[in-house]
């Protein structure tokens, strides 16, 4: 399989519940690129096999979540909220007033915001993150490999 910018093999897709319709979740190009080259090329996929490549990703995971941690990632809030769509109606606080972007991913909500629709149904999850519930038609495709 070749690497393909806007396929749905470098996006994630959604099906928006009000049409039914399937539609690229909004991903800054860098993000898809960067996935499509590691997973959609034979060499992407030999260096997921290679220790080295692990190693340097669990490092870049740890000077990212310092990174999140320190006041100057406060400067990233505002263009993460426009790249990635993120409503931010439902927050307790304004967005101005969050020190860093862990302290804005981990904001509490208005009072009432995100209710569950029916409590007793067994059903329906509550699902109150910034991010998208993913659901697979069967247990076999849910062993599909996906990173986000």
């Not at 993000?31 to 290679?50: D, E, H, I, P, V």
């Not at 409590?119 to 495709?141: C, I, K, L, M, Q």
Request: charged share 25%; proline share 8%; with cysteine.
């Amino acid at each position: 399989m070749g690497a393909s910018f806007s396929s749905f093999e470098t996006t994630h897709c959604l099906i928006d519940r009000k049409t039914g319709q399937r539609v690229p979740e909004p991903t800054p190009f860098t993000f898809s690129l960067r996935t499509a080259l590691l997973y959609n090329t034979w060499f992407g996929r030999f260096l997921l096999k290679l220790p080295i490549t692990w190693w340097l990703l669990t490092l870049q995971h740890k000077r990212i979540a310092k990174f999140a941690n320190s006041p100057k990632s406060k400067s990233k809030i505002k263009s993460l909220i426009r790249s990635y769509c993120i409503g931010t109606e439902d927050s307790a606080r304004p967005v101005e007033d969050f020190k860093t972007l862990q302290e804005f991913f981990t904001r509490k909500l208005k009072p009432g915001a995100r209710p569950i629709a029916e409590p007793g149904n067994p059903n329906e999850a509550v699902h109150p993150a910034d991010s998208r519930v993913v659901v697979f038609p069967s247990v076999s495709s849910a062993k599909k490999l996906c990173l986000e």
